[in-house]
């Protein structure tokens, strides 16, 4: 069995039509949404028609949680969200941030592996 913590909240993905050739060419002056917007989830067409994809949802599942996996049949088991979530309202204010699912694990042969962000890594 394995935990896997999942700390970060988005998926970045990678801009279409961006190559290592053009990808300065690319570069956008201003950010292409707000946060948090449905433009910021979903995605935005800009002015000079390029599709910027958004980050997903803040909630998606994988958001800063544990999952425990059976590393035997190779297979998700369980998922948890950690603390509080985005949105939730808590003695009268409202939740902003995730919750950091890092932990401590005691028992033999365990072993946790933590995934720094959850990210595209394209090398660009």
Sequence with gaps: MAFV?????YNYPLVPGLTLANKDSMLLQF???AHPTPESE????LP??????GLGSALAEEAMSVWTIDLERMEVK???KTG?????IIEEVEIV???SPNFHC????????FQRNQRSDHGY
Excluded: C
């Excluded at 913590?5 to 909240?9: E, F, P, R, T």
């Excluded at 979903?42 to 067409?45: F, M, N, R, S």
């Excluded at 000079?48 to 994809?53: E, K, L, Q, T, Y």
């Excluded at 509080?84 to 939730?88: A, V």
């Design 48 to 53: 000079d028609g390029r599709f910027i994809p």
């Design 106 to 113: 005691r028992r033999k042969p365990i072993r946790v592996y």
């Design 31 to 33: 950010p292409p949404y």
């Design 84 to 88: 509080h979530q985005i949105g939730e």
């Design 78 to 80: 369980d998922r948890f």
């Design 42 to 45: 979903h995605g935005v067409t």
């Design 5 to 9: 913590a999942n700390v970060g909240l």
């Design 97 to 99: 941030g995730g919750a």
